[in-house]
């Protein structure tokens, strides 16, 4: 049976979410305009969609999974799970009101929040006790309270450099720190799902780590892998030269460049970094 899935078909979350799944081995669309393509090979066939609606496809079983924002996923109530982080399109989401005015969210009680996640923002206000009038409101809602119709906003935050032009600025917690997930239909995956998310995972996986290749002598190489002990332990090869050995071992991207220099104060040499295209573990 071909797995079905969603995809953006525009916005921050498109270009990201193409690209993973290319770099897991699918083929996708080379024109914007497309809303769907067949890929035979990997029977499966992709979906382009809205964002905001991804997940309410997915909850009623048209398709079996997609890409879509967590904050979408919330906001739109969808019988949608959220299967894992994808590592992209971070977002915080957070009140804002004209600077100074506001500095808790006590201070909502009572006023009109406009905001394009409506889902999201009662049920937040809910769970906090606060009773305020929730506005649905589409694209830029900054001037919102400058035209009179809501006294504060809900927003996505990124650098907040919209928000000052609009004399705005955040206050009380963040309300959801969101980025892009793979969702599924609750109870209901087929079973070829599981290679299409081993295929995800494992992108993500080398997008994380690096592969290390190092010389070192023999007697240094319980110090060695104490520091790089890697995923399952490292592949160790005797060298040509008396009493050293070659070293393989996968480790965390970040940080490595520190692992480097620490490998080599305790007598690691000819230590070098390679990119992992893709994986299984």
Known sequence: MTLRIAVPNKGSLSQAATDILRESGYRQRSDSKELALVDAENDVEFFYLR???????VGEGTLDAGITGRD?????????????????????FHFAGPAGRYSSLEDLRGLRVATSYVGVVEDYLFRHGIDATVTRLDGAV???IQLGVADVI??????GSTLRAAGLATFGDVILESQAVLVTRGGAVPDDFEIFRRRIEGVLVARSYVMMDYDIEQVHLDAATALAPGREGPTISPLGKEGWVAVRVMVPRAGSQRLMDDLYSIGARAILLTDIHACRL
């Open 51 to 57: 964002p905001r609606d991804i997940a309410l496809y």
């Open 72 to 92: 979408l996923l919330l906001d739109s109530g969808a019988k949608a799970d959220e299967v894992m982080d994808l590592g992209f399109g971070r977002s915080r």
């Open 154 to 159: 809900a927003d996505v935050v990124e650098t």
């Open 142 to 144: 900054e001037t919102s």
